[in-house]
């Protein structure tokens, strides 16, 4: 090899050497904070269908009459 054709090669190699200088990395992606679920309220004391569905015959038989409307438990 002569010394022209090893300049060649050295030159052919240093400007593509320059090129690949890495580049820094990347700061990681941040992502928002998950927001906190609160916890479920505590279930609501429910009474059964019976009882509500006689609470409002009484309420409605109520209205109907000339005494003052029933009081609900709330």
Do not use: H, K, V
Not at 13 to 23: A, D, K, L, N, R
Not at 42 to 65: K, N, V
Request: proline letters at 22%; glycine letters at 2%; charged letters at 15%.
């Amino acid at each position: 090899m002569t010394m022209r054709t090893l300049r060649r090669i050295l030159l052919i190699i240093s400007p593509m050497e320059e090129m690949t200088i890495p580049f820094p990395p990347l700061p990681p992606i941040l992502s928002p904070p998950l927001p906190i679920l609160s916890q479920a309220p505590p279930p609501i004391p429910t009474r059964s269908l019976g009882y509500r569905a006689a609470m409002i015959r009484l309420r409605d038989e109520a209205a109907s009459t000339s005494s003052p409307p029933l009081q609900l438990p709330s």
